[in-house]
């Protein structure tokens, strides 16, 4: 677990934040998208018996209605793991290994890679939309909108870029949260590719 996890997001570069890009305006209205495909790179931070650790690689996410499928890559571009989400569980496959399934992604993902991945958050934090800790619905306005969800992560939108087609679209996400099994943790999100579909 631990090898698949380093290979995953293996190395200690940190990436660069993304220049802004002219006329991207996040206050726009955006529409909440039920099918859609994106690419990106992640960071990760976090504690493992008493060790800081920093893990990074890339992304993909396809979401179709209430379907997902992520799949985390190496630096190098090696699917480490794959994550199939549909209505009543989700199932995580990682390379060389059996599946394993369960009612809740989040805690699968955690259980498996040893820190956490809010994938249940993602469908709506990567649009740009939310539920504060209040239970009110959120939607990010602008750079350095911040929101903490009801589960505690604390939310950051960095910068915005609009598409080819359009659509506006958070270039860079930093999430953080403190939690029991690997301390602080603090993610970084740059998204490259946006296709609504």
Known sequence: MLLAASLLLGGCSSMAPPADTPGADSSAA?????????????????????????????????????????????????????????????????SGKAPRSAGDVDALVAQTLGWPLPIAGLRQWLQGFA?????????????????????????????WQRSEGGDTYARRIDLARHTVQAGKVEIRIVIDNWQPR
């Open 30 to 94: 955006r529409n909440y998208r039920q099918t859609i495909e994106i690419a990106g790179r992640l960071s990760v931070q976090y504690r493992q018996n008493g060790n800081d650790e920093s893990l990074h690689g890339s992304f993909t996410w396809q979401q179709n209605g209430e379907r997902s499928n992520v799949t985390l890559l190496s630096p190098l571009g090696q699917i480490i793991a794959t994550i199939a989400v549909e209505p009543g569980g989700a199932t995580l496959t990682e």
């Open 131 to 159: 539920t504060d800790a209040n239970g009110n619905a959120f939607v990010a306005n602008g750079d350095g909108s911040t929101v903490t969800t009801q589960d505690g992560w604390q939310i950051r939108y960095a910068n």
